[in-house]
Structure formats: structure tokens, C-alpha cells
């Protein structure tokens, strides 16, 4: 099984819609991150928690909100789904400082027709 | 803001060739380092971290630091088709505790 779970693999959505991706880890990581990956524009962190009892807003968590329910979950909604947010979503985890860097879910590509 | 910058590529190079990846970095103070590969449509890789002054070998990688110069490159041996993919440069930031990504550099491996 994977170190760090997505779910789903890709989906396609109407505008307008609430959908949720979900992430889920092995690795016993109190860090866990989302980012969004559009063509170009390399990695764009959206929110991450450093535990449980602490979320925080990234460079583009307009539109987004997260939900962090254990130290192995950590959910992504987009409200009301909307074109410019089709993408590829990328969960990522982490130990205190990251010593050896960040692992990544195998992503989940969102499509918002 | 603090930056990684990598130059978006394509780097094209022959089979056999020596691959050079280079990243450049704004924050004096970092001490991590990090090279991820992605292939298209796929998540990151890491492959190489560094964190002293230097060379680190792993396999057909080489990581080079130089944190006077601020710059971070990786170099591929005897480079393969299957290198093909987009390289990641990562930097951790001392003061968010959070890894600042580069954009990227595409490498194109040609038979």
C-alpha cells in the first residue's frame, strides 16, 4: 500500500458543486500539505497543518477549505467547484522540519465542467 | 518573498550525455535541499537531498551545493530515455518550516 493515499484518482465535476478529495497517510507525519499543479506554474501550496489542532492558509486557499480529522487525514473541499480549479491536486506529508524532504500522494485530477 | 528559480527547459540531451540541472535559491540561510523528479501527469519524486557544501553521489545522480553562490544543481550520468521528466528543485525555508518549490526544468532525453 502507498506511504500517502489520494482519493479519487480523478474526477469530473459541474461548476457549481462541493466536491471533496481526501488524503490519507502511513508515514506517522504530523505535517500534511495540499498543493494544486497547473501546467507552468509549478506547485501552489493551498493550506497545510502542522498537527491537528493547526491549519493554515496557503498561497492560493481562496475558494478552498480543509479538514484535518486525525493526524493520518486531511481533507480538501472546494465549495462551490469551478473551472479555473481543474488541475492536478497533490497531498504531501511531512516530519517536523521535513529532514528528508516531503512525501506526495499519487495526486487526483480534477476536471470542473 | 523568498525564490528557487530553475530555468523551464526543455534541456534536451542524448542518450549516454551528462544531464545539468541547475537551481539557484534566494534565502541565505537555507539549509535543506532537495531534488524531486515528476513525470508528466504524475506525482513528485524525491531523489536526492543535500545539505552541506559539496558533491553527493547516488547512483548515476550527483547533487552539488554551494551555499555561497546559492546554487543547488544536479547532474545525471550516462543519461537515459527514462530520465525524461520535469526536475524539482526544493528549498526549506528556516522560518515557515515549509519547502518552497521551483517551477521545474524539463528534461529531454533523446535516443
Known amino acids: 500500500d502507498a506511504d500517502v493515499t489520494q482519493t479519487p484518482r480523478n474526477r469530473i465535476t459541474k461548476t457549481g458543486k462541493r466536491i471533496m478529495l481526501e488524503c490519507s497517510q502511513t508515514?506517522?507525519?504530523?505535517?500534511m500539505y495540499w498543493y494544486r499543479q497547473d501546467p507552468g506554474l509549478g506547485l501552489r501550496l493551498i493550506y497545510y497543518?502542522?498537527?491537528?489542532?493547526?491549519?493554515n492558509k496557503g498561497e492560493i486557499s481562496d475558494g478552498y477549505s480543509v479538514s484535518r480529522q486525525a493526524q493520518a487525514k486531511f481533507s480538501l473541499s472546494l465549495e462551490s467547484a469551478i473551472p479555473n480549479q481543474t488541475a492536478l491536486y497533490f497531498c504531501?506529508?511531512?516530519?517536523?522540519?521535513?529532514?528528508?524532504?516531503?512525501?506526495f500522494g499519487s495526486g487526483t485530477r480534477l476536471t470542473v465542467v | 518573498q523568498k525564490e528557487v528559480e530553475q530555468n523551464s527547459g526543455p534541456l534536451s540531451v542524448p542518450e549516454g550525455a551528462i544531464a545539468s540541472l541547475n537551481c539557484t535559491y534566494s534565502d541565505r540561510v537555507s539549509q535543506s535541499f532537495f531534488w524531486y523528479r515528476q513525470y508528466s501527469g504524475k506525482s513528485p519524486e524525491l531523489i536526492m537531498s543535500i545539505y552541506s557544501n559539496g558533491d553527493k553521489e547516488d547512483g548515476r545522480f550527483t547533487a552539488q551545493l554551494n551555499k555561497a553562490s546559492q546554487y543547488v544543481s544536479l547532474l545525471i550520468r550516462d543519461s537515459q530515455p527514462s530520465d525524461s521528466a520535469t526536475y524539482l528543485c526544493?528549498?526549506?525555508?528556516?522560518?515557515?518550516?515549509?519547502?518552497?518549490f521551483g517551477t521545474g526544468t524539463r528534461l529531454q532525453v533523446f535516443p
Open positions: 508515514k506517522g507525519h504530523d505535517r
Open positions: 526544493a528549498v526549506m525555508d528556516n522560518n515557515t518550516d515549509k519547502l518552497i
Open positions: 504531501a506529508t511531512s516530519d517536523l522540519q521535513a529532514p528528508y524532504g516531503y512525501t
Open positions: 497543518s502542522f498537527d491537528v489542532k493547526d491549519i
